[in-house]
C-alpha cells in the first residue's frame, strides 16, 4: 500500500496537476457509439413504419426518372468522348512530319510568349517591391535620425544643466569656505508642512514660509 501511495505521489506533481487542469472534458450530446447497445435496449427490436402506397409509388417514379435521366448523360458524354477519340485520331494520321513540326513549333513559340509576359509581370512586380522597401528603408533611416538628433539635444541639455549646477559643488578648492558657511548659516530641516503648504520650524510661532513646490 505504501508503494502504491508513493507511485501515485510520483505521478501527480504539482506540474502534473497543473496541466491535467488545463484539459476540457468533453461531454458528448449522445452516448459514443464505441460503447455498444445499452442493456435496456440490446433485445428491442424497433418497428418498422409502413409507408402509404400512393408514397412508394411516387418515390418509384422519381427514382426511375433519375436513373434514366443519370443514363442518358452517361451514354451522351460516352459517345462525345468517343467521337472526340475519332477526331484526333483522323487528325493524327492524316497530319504529315512537316505539319507536325509546325505544330510543335507553333507550340514553342506560344510557350516562349507565356514566358516573356509572365517574366514581364514578375519584373514589374519586383520593381515595384524594391521601390517600397527602399521608401520604407529611407523612412526608418530619417525616423532613426530624428531619434539620434533628440537624443543627442537631451543630453546636451542635461550636461548644460549639469555643467550650471557644477559650479555650487564642493571641492578641494572651496571646502574651507563651504565649512565656514554652514557653520556661520546653520540649516534647520526640523519642520512641518501644513494642509495649505506652509513651513512650520520649531522656533517659529507662526508660519513663516510656503513649499515653492505646492
Known amino acids: 500500500m505504501a508503494n502504491l501511495a508513493a507511485a501515485f505521489t510520483g505521478i501527480f506533481t504539482k506540474t502534473r496537476a497543473v496541466a491535467l487542469l488545463q484539459y476540457t472534458t468533453v461531454r458528448f450530446r449522445r452516448k459514443p457509439r464505441w460503447l455498444g447497445t445499452a442493456k435496456s435496449k440490446l433485445f428491442r427490436v424497433p418497428e418498422r413504419k409502413k409507408q402509404i402506397e400512393e408514397e412508394i409509388e411516387e418515390l418509384k417514379r422519381l427514382h426511375n426518372n433519375y436513373r434514366t435521366q443519370m443514363k442518358a448523360v452517361r451514354n451522351f458524354l460516352r459517345d462525345e468522348v468517343e467521337a472526340y477519340k475519332l477526331v484526333s485520331r483522323a487528325g493524327l ?11 510543335w513549333q507553333e507550340a514553342l513559340r506560344r510557350n516562349e510568349e507565356w514566358n516573356q509576359q509572365t517574366a514581364a509581370k ?14 520604407y528603408i529611407l523612412e526608418r533611416l530619417v525616423l532613426k535620425e530624428q531619434r539620434e538628433a533628440d537624443k543627442k539635444e537631451q543630453i546636451e541639455a542635461q550636461v548644460r544643466v549639469e555643467k550650471e549646477q557644477s559650479k555650487t ?46
Open 169 to 214: 559643488f564642493i571641492t578641494r578648492d572651496n571646502i574651507d569656505k563651504a565649512i565656514e558657511l554652514a557653520l556661520v548659516q546653520p540649516t534647520s530641516f526640523n519642520f512641518a508642512l501644513d494642509r495649505d503648504g506652509n513651513l512650520h520650524r520649531a522656533a517659529d510661532s507662526g508660519p513663516k514660509e510656503s513649499n515653492p513646490q505646492s
Open 122 to 135: 514578375r519584373e514589374e512586380r519586383l520593381t515595384a517591391e524594391r521601390a517600397a522597401r527602399k521608401e
Open 93 to 103: 494520321v492524316l497530319q504529315t512530319p512537316e505539319q507536325e513540326e509546325a505544330e
